[in-house]
């Protein structure tokens, strides 16, 4: 039978052993009929589709077999098992087994050269799940590596990916005793990208027992050198890194029982100031052990505490403090210069241990002469300065006279906004048009979304053939084996509800509007009657498939509606009515026009409703009524919802009649305003502020929902808030609750982001401050909010020149946070009142807040009496 033809069977319906079987009973001219045809049948079935592709997956190790005993140079080899199609396989090991064994027979060098490449291509897994099991295809390169000899310990993945394999097995104290590998890898394991995570992920999850265990013990065996271990753990230290990357090298320092002769103290302390914090914890616990031992020089101890007192860590201050107090005479001078760095501390407590302390050393008898004058008794005057007046004075009496500080207000400028983009002009050919879809990314950009909505329409209409062609190798590549309408119609919640492959579907529409046809019923049918997205996510992906269903139906429009020409999302008045006269008549897309009449401004010439008037579609009809009466009301937004706007009256607190609401509201844009449709997550909420640039308060109660379950998360919610500021229309109680959630986020950037957006409304002197207090109080209360995130946002608008709206924010908000008498302070209020002080100096604020004064007479030494007295001293 031809070799060729049992190959191919084999690979389609036999199995794996069946199969190496086959391969080693072929001669030369097998094989090479073999090679021939190998590559252009793989390519022919991957041609086919993508369910094709999932079956040659399935078929991976099979096609693997038979490049591996076939093909002949060992690059064309390395390049076949490298595939992407091919790459990954259900039990690596034992596709390793017989991979080896079918090339056993090849020559020496042969196989030398395919491991050196082999190991040369791995590359750690993209996804976690990935990386857990180590690079694909690391089984096969080690085996080959330990057969014939090579060293493989230079690429920094084949290193990785030992380290997975001896976190995954058991007993591997003595499988590790006995590793082949393990005197090159060892070496490495300090020095290669992914090791760190291996480990880490082995200490989580093999806690009783970690590798790390293992090699200590073989250590202590003997197997491996201790010198190795030291200074692989010592130069790791020094290359530093995050706190989950330097752990496992910690633990392995701790598990190897390190002598203190053994201790490296001088890169010890010249790391403390800047490492890890868990390379910190062991460099204090080591540096002590190695002064006990009488082996620490002064000079040493002083850096020491020095770089102890700097780090921002409290426990790390509190070390420092802790090996100052038992210094003797001779380290006076070091230990006060390590002292006046903690006087400038935020923790009252910290503060106060340091002057004490302070005090003690400078008042011995025995240290006082070598200190007075030296460089550690002169930082202490000069930072006592900024002490409160008590500790000052405690200060000044043992070293002398010490001036307060006379504290610098700083002259800040009015905010300065980071302003949006311009736009970008139309798109005007079907080279730029081919260049702006071929440069989408995840996430979307609206304005970019927008242009090329435009330009396919409008091209559509006077060169589809060309738009077709211009399109059709975009599509190919990226969209054609994902939307087959036989195969993938089921994927309707990705295929129909998100922006990128609905802009997929109208290329479709363009190039095959038959199959795009099929497609569209498929989905129809399969839509699920109810879905989890909102209003304004609904109506930005019906807009599209309107455009969708246009295209299928042969038809085309000169132009959409909606397209905006401000970066708010505004669409000019002018520009819309002559948009309504090209369209001679004809009447638009439903979406796109309720998109439109969504974008205009809040104020309008009525010259443009006269001219509007004279267009003779229902639409246009329409328009121009909607032009003559000033465009759409103010819906009423809150947290809970939004009510479409209403005529006539309501009964006391009740909500507005439904049968008030104005007659020509159209449908979709009723949808948008419709009280308890809120979602609590969404994915195209970076759409929302050019949805509605006129009602800032009904896009933050969309947003409110979502943001709430995304306290957490980087969704990107708060930049959109961000970008929402600077639209048009009332800003209030929503809005400000928007804001507020976005500088109590987790992620600085998110706060950050927050800030920008009340930067922007202190800009245009916008702030609410009264609805900002009440969220303040509301969202704390609430425990949405931490408060010492809400400092850090307010401190950096504060700083960018929002100190005014800051302080009448604060002013509204704190009476709210502020502890009654006999309660516990809210954690961060401390920070927060500190803003507050600062906003208040830089304003010239001046009144009272009830229940500062209390706070204020509060006794000890806690940072929330320090500075509610701060405050209360620049308000009296």
Known sequence: MNPWREVVEQIEGGDSVAMARLLASLNDLGRRAVAVQLPGYLSERLGQGWDARWEVEREAARFRMAGAACLGGAAQVASWLNRRELRDVEGPRTDAERILSLIRNRPEEWRKDLAARLVERLRPGVARWQRDQGPAGWD????????????????????????????????????????????????????ADGVAEALAWDQMWNSEHTLVDALAE??????????????GCAGRFLVGGEPEEIAPFVALWRALDVEVTEVPALDFVRLLPSSSSAFAQLAVEELRRVDDAGSLSDALFAEAVEALAFRPEKKHVTSALQWIAKAGPARTDGALAALALVFAQDTPALRDRAVRLAVKLASRPAAKSQAVGGAGWEAVREAAAGLPDELRERIAAVFGEVEAAVEDVPVLSAPVVNAL?????????????????????????????????????????????????????????????????????????????????????????VIAPASSRRLTAMLNGRREPYSYSGAAELFVRRRIREIVTLLESGATLPVLLATPTAPTGHLDPETLVARMERLEGAEPLPADFAQALLRLPRRIDQAFAERAGRLTSEAGRNLAAWLRAGGLPDPVATDRGITPPCIGTVDGDAAPRQEATAPELPEDIRRLWTVGDMPTYARDTMWWPSLMPSHREAVAAWLMHPMREAMNSRDGHIDVVARLV?????????????????????????????????????????????????????????????????????????????????????????????????????????????????????????????????????KGASRVAEEARRLHRQLA
Not at 161 to 185: E, H, I, K, Q, S
Not at 218 to 231: F, P, Q, T
């Open 726 to 858: 600077h639209g048009d229309g009332p800003v209030g109680a929503v809005t400000a609750a928007a804001i507020t959630l976005g500088m109590g986020h987790r992620a600085p950037a998110q706060r950050a982001a927050a800030a920008d957006a009340l930067i922007t409304l202190a800009s245009r002197d916008e702030v609410p401050a009264a609805d900002f207090g009440r969220a303040i109080g509301r969202l704390v209360s609430e425990d949405l909010v931490k408060v010492n995130r809400l400092a850090s946002a307010l401190e950096e608008a504060t700083m960018a020149g929002a100190h005014a709206a800051v302080w009448t924010i604060l002013a509204e908000a704190l009476p709210s946070l502020l502890p009654t008498p006999g309660a516990t302070p809210k954690a961060g209020l401390g920070p927060l009142l500190a803003i507050a002080a600062k906003a208040a100096a830089l304003t010239g604020a001046r009144g009272d807040l009830p229940g500062l004064a209390d706070v204020a007479a509060r």
């Open 421 to 509: 983009a311009e736009l970008l002009p139309p798109i005007a050919s079907l080279e730029e048009l081919a260049d702006e879809v071929e440069s989408l990314r995840w996430p979307d950009e609206p304005e970019q979304v927008e242009r090329i909505l435009a330009a396919l329409v409008e091209t559509a209409h006077h060169d589809r053939g060309g738009l077709a062609e211009a399109l059709r190798p975009w599509f190919e590549r990226m969209w054609q084996p994902m939307v087959e309408t036989e195969v993938h119609s089921y994927a309707h919640d990705y295929y129909d509800d998100h922006t990128q492959p609905l802009l997929a579907r109208c290329a479709l529409a």
């Open 218 to 231: 073989l250590e202590a065996e003997g197997r491996l050198k201790r010198d190795d271990l030291l200074h």
């Open 140 to 191: 096969l390169a080690a085996g080959l590596a330990v057969e014939t000899g090579i060293d493989p310990s230079g690429a920094d993945a084949f290193v990785a990916g030992w380290v997975w394999r001896m976190a995954g097995v058991r007993g591997r104290t003595a499988v590790l005793r006995d590793d082949p590998l393990l005197d090159a890898m060892v070496p490495r394991i300090f020095e």
